[in-house]
């Protein structure tokens, strides 16, 4: 059983996972660097525990602790409760849910343990917004996509926005980082994917015409919000893939068209 205790000093050092959460330089170095990842309210926090994360701490307002009484009942981890005035002041910002936990992160799988047992994975390149990524991996949970692949400057998953955005997603789709690229593409490849890259450009295919969903394996190589994928990028895949577009319009917010894309690659859909 957890121990409650009540925090009313913002410059208690038992807060210090908490500090700071609107600072997105200081948690991007800092939340990899030791370890840890934020997640924000009540369901964000069971979808943590439930996918096997250690939790750290819980921090709580007064009225959420009887709506997560079964959890500090179950975790050995301390539970802070403060006033909402003193959890604006450790954060940086309202906590709205009133339920923050720290917990800790796993040890990342290689590109190579995920494709092995992957059919259908999404290659991200310098997608370094955190809504677009948790948008993405929510698509690729609901949509059946195995695993995610990052490029070494992609944003960070578990960073509290995307795991926010997600709905907890990030935490169901396993994901590795490719450190060298676009080289770690080859292994890819050498995986018996077909790399397929999506982009607006005339020349490509229709994602249609492609036909994704019946080929064995797929990586579909999605690229950051307004530049797309690089040069090199788009060089290094076996095809590159557009989603047909109506009305003038030239190209979709990249977590739309992910979604939108994901559904073509995915097993079982009905022919036409």
Known sequence: MAELITVDDPDDPRLSDYIGLTDVELRRRREPAEGLFIAEGEKVIRRARQTGYEM??????????????????????????????????VTGYHVHRGALASMQRKPLLTADELLATARRVVVMESV???????????????????????????????YRRSVKVSMGAVFSVPYARLEAWPKSLETVREGGFRLLALTPDAKATSIDEAAPHRLERVALMLGAEGDGLSTRALMAADEWVRIPMAHGVDSLNVGAAAAVAFYAVATGRPEN
């Open 56 to 89: 750290r701490s819980m921090l709580l307002s007064a009225k959420w602790v009887d709506v997560m009484r079964d959890v500090i009942d179950e975790v050995p981890a301390p539970v802070y409760a403060v006033a909402p005035e003193l959890a604006e002041r």
């Open 128 to 158: 370094n917004d955190h809504t677009n990524i948790g948008a993405i991996f929510r698509s690729a949970a609901a949509l059946g996509i195995d695993a995610v692949l990052l490029s070494p400057d992609c944003a960070d998953p578990l």
